[in-house]
């Protein structure tokens, strides 16, 4: 009784996955009016800001361990 289940299932799987390929394949979604509207150049902006303070915390954190270092060594 299960495989026989199992042999719908499959079957049905198979068929729906073949409308969705289809179905798919036969009608190309265009977004260049949702990527035309959206500027991501303040975004971008901001993102790099960002990671250049961290790249300047970690290199001050690492000059700063250098010194300390340093230090105890005399």
């Avoid at 001050?60 to 270092?69: G, L």
Wanted: charged letters at 10%; a positive charge; glycine letters at 6%.
């Amino acid at each position: 009784m299960f495989k026989s289940i199992k042999r719908v299932v499959l079957a049905g799987f198979a068929t729906v996955s073949g409308f969705i390929a289809t179905a798919a394949h036969a009608l190309p979604v265009d977004v260049t009016t949702l990527t035309a509207a959206v500027d991501f150049s303040s975004v971008i902006t901001a993102i790099l800001a960002v990671a250049a303070i961290m790249v300047g915390v970690y290199v001050a954190w690492k000059a700063a361990k250098m010194v300390i270092a340093a230090v105890k060594g005399l």
